[in-house]
């Protein structure tokens, strides 16, 4: 472990962590959030306590084993040489194809940990980090980088996967996951961007209306006019070069908030993107975050 001056701040790094058996970390803050990640991806998180989760609540076995679907996923589509190159950074999936390093940061506070991979074949580094927000919850800041002499066209697909929606609290997660999975609606506010996660009805043992009036969000910032998917079913897809469609109403399936875009990447260039996530927001919350988004991105971009 050496310690380091990393983005303006002390941090402590951990070089090529993947060589090492996972271990669990936790993200501390001000505020009321709570986050245990793995140092292979896996996390888990909420606000105030496990029955206000954005990720499922699980124990440190689990949140490593889910990393490939839990958490954070990039995946890239390079254009090089009139060839399409597939790099997924963190994933175990493309871990022989091209020669990397990991590291792993964490600053010296406990509040903020920055994931970095390597591509030392086309010269690019992708970087996130999560930290937290008092008034938007969790967030988590991509960088990709490019240090080679080339210039690079990039289909970007970055997002979080199984988002919990609001209402769904750890016994009943722990217990009837399949029966939550099917209650769970994803929506997309198509004008700004906004995913809302939440249920059809609330869950309960009694023949009774109960609606669901609350919902955990995410939205983002950085990219221009990007595709949005509320779900992983099109993961594969791009993996194999093929097209996607953005979502606008998925019903049924593991909550998840991707953005997709392409863009040229410059020789020293490096691109930033931004996507947050938070729980527990009511109808007046949700519509005055997206008028935000479609009026004063510049504002919120300065609060995050």
Same mark, same amino acid.
């Given at each position: 472990?050496?310690?380091?001056?990393?983005?303006?701040?002390?941090?402590?790094?951990?070089?090529? /962590?993947?060589?090492?058996?996972?271990?669990?970390?936790?993200?501390?803050?001000?505020?009321?959030?709570?986050?245990?990640?793995?140092?292979? %991806?896996? =996390?888990?998180?909420?606000?105030?306590?496990?029955?206000?989760? =954005?990720?499922?609540?699980?124990?440190?076995?689990?949140? *490593?084993?889910?990393?490939?679907?839990? #958490?954070?996923?990039?995946?890239?589509?390079?254009?090089?040489?009139? !060839?399409?190159?597939?790099?997924?950074?963190?994933?175990?999936?493309?871990?022989?194809?091209?020669?990397?390093?990991?590291?792993?940061?964490?600053?010296?506070? #406990?509040?903020?940990?920055?994931? !970095?991979?390597?591509? /030392?074949?086309? +010269?690019?580094?992708?970087?996130?980090?999560?930290? *937290?927000?008092?008034?938007?919850? $969790?967030?988590?800041?991509?960088?990709?980088?490019?240090?080679?002499?080339?210039?690079?066209?990039? +289909?970007?697909?970055?997002?979080?996967?199984?988002?919990?929606?609001? %209402?769904? #609290?750890?016994?009943?997660?722990?217990? *009837?996951?399949?029966?939550?999975?099917?209650?769970?609606?994803? !929506?997309?506010?198509?004008?700004?961007?906004? %995913?809302?996660?939440?249920?059809?009805?609330?869950?309960?043992?009694?023949?009774?209306?109960?609606?669901?009036?609350?919902?955990?969000?995410?939205?983002?910032? +950085?990219?221009?006019?990007?595709? @949005?998917?509320?779900?992983?079913?099109? =993961?594969?897809? $791009?993996?194999?070069?093929?097209?996607?469609? !953005?979502?606008?109403?998925?019903?049924?399936?593991? +909550?998840?908030?991707?953005?997709?875009?392409?863009?040229?990447? @410059?020789?020293?260039?490096?691109?930033?993107?931004?996507?947050?996530?938070?729980?527990?927001?009511?109808?007046?919350?949700?519509?005055? =975050?997206? /008028?935000?988004?479609?009026?004063?991105?510049?504002?919120?971009?300065?609060?995050?």
């Amino acid at each position: 472990m050496n310690i380091v001056d990393f983005d303006n701040e002390i941090y402590f790094k951990i070089t090529n /962590h993947d060589a090492m058996r996972p271990f669990l970390m936790s993200i501390v803050s001000q505020s009321n959030h709570w986050m245990f990640i793995s140092s292979n %991806g896996g =996390l888990t998180a909420g606000r105030k306590n496990a029955e206000n989760a =954005l990720f499922p609540y699980y124990t440190d076995d689990k949140l *490593t084993e889910m990393a490939d679907f839990t #958490g954070s996923k990039s995946i890239f589509q390079i254009h090089f040489n009139n !060839e399409i190159f597939i790099w997924e950074p963190f994933s175990e999936r493309f871990s022989d194809r091209y020669p990397i390093s990991r590291n792993l940061y964490k600053n010296t506070v #406990g509040n903020k940990v920055v994931f !970095e991979e390597i591509n /030392h074949d086309f +010269g690019l580094i992708f970087r996130y980090q999560w930290n *937290t927000s008092d008034q938007f919850g $969790f967030v988590k800041k991509a960088t990709l980088c490019n240090f080679s002499p080339n210039s690079y066209n990039i +289909g970007i697909l970055d997002g979080i996967q199984n988002i919990m929606p609001f %209402g769904v #609290g750890s016994y009943l997660q722990n217990n *009837t996951s399949n029966l939550v999975d099917a209650y769970k609606r994803n !929506e997309l506010h198509q004008q700004s961007g906004l %995913g809302m996660f939440s249920l059809s009805a609330i869950i309960v043992d009694k023949a009774e209306p109960s609606e669901a009036l609350k919902a955990n969000v995410a939205w983002s910032l +950085g990219l221009e006019n990007p595709k @949005h998917l509320l779900s992983s079913t099109q =993961l594969n897809r $791009f993996r194999q070069k093929q097209a996607i469609s !953005e979502e606008y109403d998925v019903k049924g399936e593991k +909550g998840a908030y991707f953005i997709a875009t392409d863009i040229v990447l @410059h020789p020293t260039i490096n691109k930033h993107w931004t996507i947050v996530a938070n729980v527990n927001q009511n109808h007046a919350q949700i519509v005055s =975050l997206y /008028h935000s988004l479609l009026t004063n991105k510049t504002a919120l971009n300065q609060q995050i």
